[in-house]
Each structure stands twice: as structure tokens, then as C-alpha cells.
């Protein structure tokens, strides 16, 4: 087994509370086979798994959060003078949805 997929096995079974071989373990990594497939998977989604409920979907979903706040760079205040600007702090958050979403960015003017 490759080494990254013995990991995400490792993660999903720990999180889950199951050994690593157990069918649910089994079902989960079939259903969603790498982590970039779990991004923006929902409670719903994650409970069609046999032996995967709402307490078990729901401690999955906060270690989704949790990675995702560890691989968001802190940022100094960040001014937005262009559209290119305004692209530029959002375009890594968006390239990971596999959905459609809306954003709203509100600007404030600074009249110096």
C-alpha cells in the first residue's frame, strides 16, 4: 500500500474509531478515495456509508475543518486596491470547490 494511502486509511480509521480493515474503513476509502475528494463532502453524504452516523460524520467533517484551517496561511491585513487583488486572496479557496458557491466581498473606501 502506498505510503499517503496508508496515511488517509490511518486518518479516516482514527477519526472513525474502527480499525484500519474494518468495513467501514473499507467502504469510506472506496466511496471517497483520496482526502481532496472529502473537501467539500457533507454530514449527508458521509452517513450513506454503512456504520458512518451523525456523531461519526460530524467528527469527520470538524478534522476536515481543522486541516483546512492548518493549510490557511495566516495573512497579514490584506488591502484590495484591483479585481486582480481581490482574485488573488480568494482564488485558493476557490479552487477546491467542487460546487458552486457564492462569495460576497465587501470593500470599504479609506478616503485619505
Known sequence: MEHNAH????FIA??????IE??????FVKRFSTP????????E????????GKVKASQIISAIEIVKMLNTPRQAKTIIRSPKDAYE????DLALKNREY???CFLTLRIA
Open 7 to 10: 496515511l488517509y486509511r490511518t
Open 14 to 19: 482514527r477519526t472513525l474509531r474502527e480499525n
Open 22 to 27: 474494518s468495513n467501514t474503513v473499507n467502504q
Open 36 to 43: 481532496h475528494d472529502l473537501l467539500d463532502t457533507t454530514q
Open 45 to 52: 453524504e458521509l452517513m450513506e456509508i454503512h456504520g458512518v
Open 89 to 92: 486572496v480568494l482564488h485558493n
Open 102 to 104: 457564492s462569495f460576497a
